[in-house]
């Protein structure tokens, strides 16, 4: 069964910082390009970073500089550092493969609220 259990998210004010955490089970998690996802209300899931299975990251146009996904093979988790956060970075953020397979639920999401 897969899994995505997200976590670190929470409420700061604008130039504050958060790290999110992913903890993915049920997949061969070295193999899989992995990535965080975001959805604000009224608006669709968006792609936030991503990071391939050797190392190579890719930043959405709004976060790059600010934001850094990582991942530990080892623990089966991939992270997001969350640096100069700004109010609309205020979602719910979600990871997942990279290659989203539709028939495998999303995680419940961590809420992150910046306030300005």
């Known amino acids: 069964q897969v899994q995505f259990v997200e976590s670190g998210g929470g409420f700061v004010q604008a130039g504050g910082s958060l790290r999110l955490s992913c903890a993915v089970s049920?997949?061969?998690?070295?193999?899989?390009?992995m990535a965080w996802y975001r959805q604000a209300p009224g608006n669709q899931r968006e792609l936030v970073a991503r990071?391939?299975?050797?190392?190579?990251?890719n930043y959405a146009d709004s976060v790059k500089g600010r934001f850094t996904i990582s991942r530990d093979n080892a623990k089966n988790t991939v992270y997001l550092q969350m640096n100069s956060l700004k109010p609309e970075d205020t979602a719910v953020y979600y990871c997942?493969?990279?290659?989203?397979?539709?028939?495998?639920?999303w995680g419940q999401g961590t809420q992150v609220t910046v306030s300005a």
């Open positions: 997942n493969r990279f290659v989203v397979v539709t028939s495998v639920p």
């Open positions: 049920g997949i061969a998690f070295s193999l899989n390009t």
């Open positions: 990071i391939t299975t050797g190392g190579t990251t």
